[in-house]
């Protein structure tokens, strides 16, 4: 029920969105007899069945694959991990021409910092873990209220015998060597940050407040974490939000890229559109936004620049947002506490405050509408191969704000021919031969 079929000249791309698999299979000819062979309802007797039958590309029974579409499904919206975000500042030292957010406070203050260890302390038995994502504004402008913040919840997970990690997404312009260090200290070891193509582009998106570049600061502080962090557990993706300007300088930079870190695999490379998320900044470029990534990877495709993409990949398998996760919940500075990391404006999207005994109050019917949202099962998604994965939920926000007849597909599934090729011709370890 979950594959998607790719022929291409010679073999067959097959991607299955249960599993997450890529298997590229250089017999289609046999392939197509297998096919032929089970709608007759025969058992096909081919090694090459074998394999694919190993690899779930086929199952027994339909009811099955279901079934375990809708463990998967629910395994991971109710895992037992609380998984906060947390704004621990919602300053920014940058003005991001598309940014939405409007930095109406500072960083997460002492009663708020407090109030969230004591709740860790009094709720800890109740997950099975604690992962903390540091967000902003920009985070590290509130370097030591992590550490604090940190300091203290690792230590309470270790006394429980509970797993603790962190990550963080931030602009990068603070993150040099010895930054990665600190942080290293708190169990940050996954970050995202954001490099808009070249100096000449990002410093155009991706300014300072003052207006002044930001491109060298940051490439200087990769180059340094790369060649004085030793740490192996370290990962660091890039994100480049893509406009119609930096399209035509995508070689250069996939190059530069390639050149400088591609033979670190603690670096991979994730592209996003630029995209329309709200506020006034945006609307002065809205003819500059692109409207489908699949350009991007067609074009990496023939550049031949080879960029590891594991974030991509690891979107493919589980495209829906965090917002529709039971115990992922938004900490603002000052105690608000949310769902999704966009909308702050609106008032679906404000669940409620933590007090200072470390309580959490929360208006619960707006919570089970974030979890427990009206299925909407529209024309495109009737014939998907990833209904049950999806679920046209991978925007859960999308629901309260727009009309029920659109598809809410993810970017990855939106560009996956592309991306599936992209994976093919660079060899990419995420792709398995069948012979
Ligand atoms: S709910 Fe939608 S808008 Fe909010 S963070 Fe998730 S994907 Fe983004
Ligand atoms: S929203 Fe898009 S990806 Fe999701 S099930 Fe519908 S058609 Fe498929």
Same mark, same amino acid.
């Given at each position: 029920?979950?594959?998607?079929?790719?022929p291409q000249?010679?073999?067959?791309?097959?991607?299955?969105?249960?599993?997450?698999?890529?298997g590229?299979?250089?017999?289609?000819?046999?392939l197509?007899?297998?096919?032929?062979?089970?709608?007759?309802?025969?058992?096909?007797?081919?090694?090459?069945?074998?394999?694919?039958?190993?690899?779930?590309?086929?199952?027994?029974?339909a009811?099955?694959?279901?079934?375990?579409?809708?463990?998967?499904?629910?395994?991971?919206?109710?895992?037992?991990?609380?998984?906060?975000?947390i704004?621990a500042?919602?300053?920014? $030292?940058?003005?991001?021409?598309?940014?939405?957010?409007?930095f109406?406070?500072? $960083?997460?203050?002492?009663?708020?910092?407090?109030?969230?260890?004591?709740y860790?302390r009094?709720?800890?038995r109740?997950?099975?873990?604690?992962?903390?994502?540091?967000?902003?504004?920009?985070?590290l402008?509130?370097?030591?209220?992590?550490?604090?913040?940190?300091?203290?919840v690792?230590?309470i997970?270790?006394q429980?015998?509970?797993?603790?990690?962190?990550?963080?997404t931030?602009n990068?312009?603070?993150?040099?060597?010895a930054?990665?260090?600190?942080m290293?200290?708190?169990?940050?070891t996954?970050?995202?940050?954001?490099?808009?193509?070249?100096?000449?582009?990002?410093?155009?998106?991706?300014?300072?407040?003052?207006?002044?570049?930001?491109?060298?600061?940051?490439?200087?502080?990769?180059r340094?974490i790369?060649?004085?962090v030793?740490?192996?557990?370290?990962?660091?993706?890039?994100?480049? $939000?893509?406009?119609?300007?930096?399209?035509?300088?995508?070689?250069?930079y996939?190059?530069?890229?390639?050149?400088?870190?591609?033979?670190?695999?603690?670096?991979?490379?994730?592209?996003?559109?630029?995209?329309?998320?709200?506020?006034?900044?945006?609307?002065?470029?809205?003819?500059e936004?692109a409207?489908?990534?699949?350009?991007?990877?067609?074009?990496?495709l023939n550049?031949?620049?080879?960029?590891?993409?594991?974030?991509?990949?690891?979107?493919?398998? $589980?495209?829906?947002?965090?917002?529709?996760?039971?115990?992922?919940?938004?900490?603002?500075?000052?105690g608000?506490?949310?769902k999704?990391?966009?909308?702050?404006?609106?008032?679906?999207?404000?669940?409620?405050?933590?007090?200072?005994n470390?309580?959490?109050?929360l208006?619960y019917?707006?919570?089970?509408?974030w979890?427990a949202q009206p299925?909407?099962?529209?024309e495109?998604?009737?014939?998907?191969?990833?209904?049950?994965?999806?679920?046209?939920?991978?925007?859960?926000?999308?629901?309260?704000?727009?009309?029920?007849?659109?598809a809410n597909c993810?970017?990855e599934?939106s560009?996956?021919?592309?991306?599936?090729?992209l994976?093919?011709?660079?060899?990419?370890e995420?792709?398995?031969?069948?012979?």
């Amino acid at each position: 029920m979950y594959n998607h079929c790719l022929p291409q000249e010679g073999y067959t791309l097959l991607y299955n969105h249960l599993t997450n698999m890529i298997g590229r299979v250089m017999n289609p000819l046999e392939l197509t007899n297998i096919q032929r062979a089970l709608e007759q309802c025969k058992t096909p007797d081919s090694p090459l069945f074998t394999s694919l039958a190993q690899d779930r590309f086929f199952v027994d029974d339909a009811c099955y694959e279901e079934l375990a579409a809708d463990v998967q499904y629910t395994t991971r919206r109710y895992n037992g991990i609380f998984s906060p975000i947390i704004l621990a500042s919602e300053q920014c $030292n940058f003005r991001c021409s598309y940014c939405y957010e409007e930095f109406k406070r500072g $960083n997460i203050s002492d009663d708020v910092i407090n109030a969230f260890i004591k709740y860790i302390r009094k709720n800890l038995r109740n997950y099975t873990g604690v992962s903390i994502g540091w967000f902003g504004g920009e985070p590290l402008l509130a370097a030591k209220e992590i550490e604090r913040i940190s300091t203290a919840v690792i230590d309470i997970c270790a006394q429980g015998r509970k797993p603790y990690s962190a990550h963080m997404t931030t602009n990068g312009y603070l993150l040099d060597a010895a930054m990665v260090e600190r942080m290293l200290r708190c169990k940050v070891t996954h970050y995202q940050i954001t490099l808009d193509g070249m100096a000449e582009h990002h410093n155009q998106t991706r300014a300072l407040i003052n207006g002044w570049p930001t491109f060298e600061r940051i490439i200087a502080n990769l180059r340094g974490i790369r060649d004085q962090v030793k740490a192996r557990q370290l990962s660091i993706a890039i994100r480049t $939000n893509i406009t119609k300007p930096q399209l035509s300088r995508l070689e250069e930079y996939g190059s530069f890229m390639a050149t400088e870190f591609g033979n670190d695999p603690r670096f991979s490379f994730l592209f996003r559109l630029a995209g329309d998320w709200g506020g006034e900044r945006v609307q002065g470029m809205k003819d500059e936004l692109a409207e489908s990534l699949d350009t991007v990877y067609t074009r990496l495709l023939n550049s031949g620049v080879k960029l590891s993409q594991t974030d991509t990949f690891n979107l493919m398998g $589980n495209p829906i947002c965090y917002a529709a996760d039971r115990n992922s919940f938004i900490l603002g500075s000052d105690g608000t506490m949310y769902k999704c990391t966009v909308r702050f404006d609106k008032e679906y999207n404000h669940l409620g405050h933590i007090s200072g005994n470390g309580d959490l109050f929360l208006d619960y019917d707006k919570l089970n509408q974030w979890l427990a949202q009206p299925i909407r099962k529209v024309e495109k998604c009737a014939s998907c191969t990833t209904w049950a994965l999806c679920r046209n939920r991978t925007c859960p926000a999308r629901i309260f704000d727009e009309a029920s007849d659109e598809a809410n597909c993810s970017i990855e599934f939106s560009s996956l021919d592309a991306i599936l090729r992209l994976f093919d011709r660079l060899n990419s370890e995420y792709v398995k031969e069948y012979a």
